[in-house]
């Protein structure tokens, strides 16, 4: 409403003032940024951002093998810790809350074959609970059989790049619609202080006669 009624300024009107002009050409660059610059920023750093994502996804894939492991027995830090998970089990009868904690991925020691052909055994984050030795799972290695996480989706590459440009295009109106509201507020400030000085001027002959009033 405030931009339509800035860009009303703009009609011939002997009441206008300069600065009624200067602020419905600020008020139609705001309106400008918000319609036109921002949509086309938000679009070019999507397509930036997306590019730039799907490049790494696709090395990624390449780079990264999903190669079959075996399990061999649970992770010594697992073993390690049965006391306490036993004493922790006896509290969380007298604690209900100590029940509702979701448990965390048991770790187990796996053995598995790298895509070069190297042998490799590793502790890993159990595929199924509880975990038995001899079972099988795939993990995600590199060519030479280093663990790595799974490798980026191009689906979950488009949704952050249309974030990214979303999140761009509206720090962009934001930018604009700031920008004019400080520009506003430094012409209403002026405004204020013409008036002052106008009235300091005229205010002491006010109503008398003669005085041209």
């Known amino acids: 409403m405030r931009t339509a009624m800035g860009v009303w300024r703009w009609r011939r009107n002997p009441l206008r003032r300069p ?20 949509p086309a920023v938000g ?10 994502l799907q490049r790494a996804a696709h090395e ?24 306490s998970e036993s004493e922790s089990a006896a509290g969380s009868a007298a604690d209900p809350s100590a029940q509702r904690t979701a448990p965390h991925r048991t770790q ?19 595929a199924e609970e509880p975990p038995r030795p001899g079972d099988r799972f795939r993990i995600w290695t590199d060519a030479r059989g280093r663990l790595v996480g799974q490798p980026l989706d191009p689906s979950s590459a488009v949704f952050h790049a249309g974030m ?37 001027a005229t205010g002491p002959d006010w109503g008398r006669a003669g005085a041209g009033s």
């Open 108 to 126: 187990i020691v796996a053995v598995w074959t790298a895509p070069d052909g190297s042998s490799h055994q590793g502790t890993v984050p159990a």
């Open 60 to 83: 990624q894939r390449q780079e990264r093998h999903l190669v079959p492991a075996v399990v061999v027995r649970p992770a010594a830090d697992a073993e390690s810790n049965s006391e």
């Open 19 to 38: 600065t009624d002009l200067f602020e419905a050409w600020v008020a139609f660059a705001a309106l400008v940024c918000v319609l036109v610059v921002a």
């Open 164 to 200: 990214a440009g979303l999140a761009a295009a509206i720090c962009v109106a934001a930018l604009g619609e700031t920008v004019r509201r400080l520009v506003v507020r430094r012409l209403m400030h002026r405004r204020y202080i013409r008036l002052d000085r106008a009235w300091a």
């Open 43 to 52: 679009w070019v750093a999507g397509l930036h951002v997306d590019g730039t």
